[in-house]
């Protein structure tokens, strides 16, 4: 995506109770689910993952128990078997056992109408696709960069609440719960089976954020 947004590697410090406010962590949890669904983990941050701090901030925040599987599932679990879950989930030549990408769970097709509607959504914000990248914009990953940059971003014109709640509503809520089903319930899913739960929580926690916005 070519954006503003700040690309360097998403940092874990988000979840590991520190004092961030909760804006920048929000953000870094977008740009964290994008490192991890956009290709096979880096070493680095499988390092990381596997010496983070599981406790949340808050003793029994809801997203304690799921960030909690995924650093165990990344600790059980060498580079190459998460790499290779990777390509057996989300990669190989033509159908993939699960699909990433929103407009295949909201209209049983790529290319379709959502990704139309996404487009022209983010040229509203002044945002393109790096020529680049391989996937379209509606992979999962590329919808958390967005989130992240609206968010993040310096322009606040376009990165403010009303336009993150706009963007999660019609681009990720619709939809992002069948992905982690899909996910979840695959026989050859461990570290990403524990990466879907952590997913569908987050997004729990954003809808009901947004929902108190009314």
């Known amino acids: 995506m070519n954006d503003k947004a700040d690309s ?3 940092e874990l410090s988000a979840l590991q109770g520190s004092s961030l406010d909760e804006e920048t962590a929000r953000a870094e949890i977008y740009g964290l689910l994008t490192a991890l669904y956009y290709a096979p983990p880096a070493p680095e941050l499988l390092a990381q993952l596997r010496v983070a701090v599981t406790q949340a901030p808050a003793e029994g925040g809801f997203l304690e128990e799921p960030w909690g599987a995924v ?3 990344a600790r059980n679990n060498t580079d190459s078997n998460i790499a290779q879950e990777y390509s057996a989930l989300f990669g190989g ?3 993939p056992e699960v699909y990433l ?3 295949h769970y909201i209209s049983g097709f790529l290319n379709e109408k959502p990704l ?3 487009r022209s959504d983010l040229a509203g914000y002044g945002l393109s696709r790096d020529e680049t990248m391989p996937e379209t914009e509606d992979h ?3 919808l958390c960069e967005v989130m992240r940059y609206l968010i993040a971003g310096e322009d606040v014109a376009v990165a403010n609440l009303t336009h993150q709640r706009e963007f999660f509503a019609r681009h990720l809520q619709p939809w992002l719960s069948q992905m982690c089903d899909a996910i979840a319930s695959h026989p050859k899913a461990a570290f ?3 990466l879907a739960e952590f997913t569908r929580a987050f997004a ?3 809808a009901q954020g947004f929902d108190m916005l009314d």
């Open 140 to 142: 999962i990953a590329y």
């Open 101 to 103: 990408f929103g407009s």
């Open 204 to 206: 729990s926690i954003e």
């Open 8 to 10: 360097n590697p998403p």
């Open 192 to 194: 990403y089976a524990a």
């Open 93 to 95: 030549v033509g159908k």
């Open 116 to 118: 139309a509607q996404l």
């Open 71 to 73: 650093v165990a599932a």
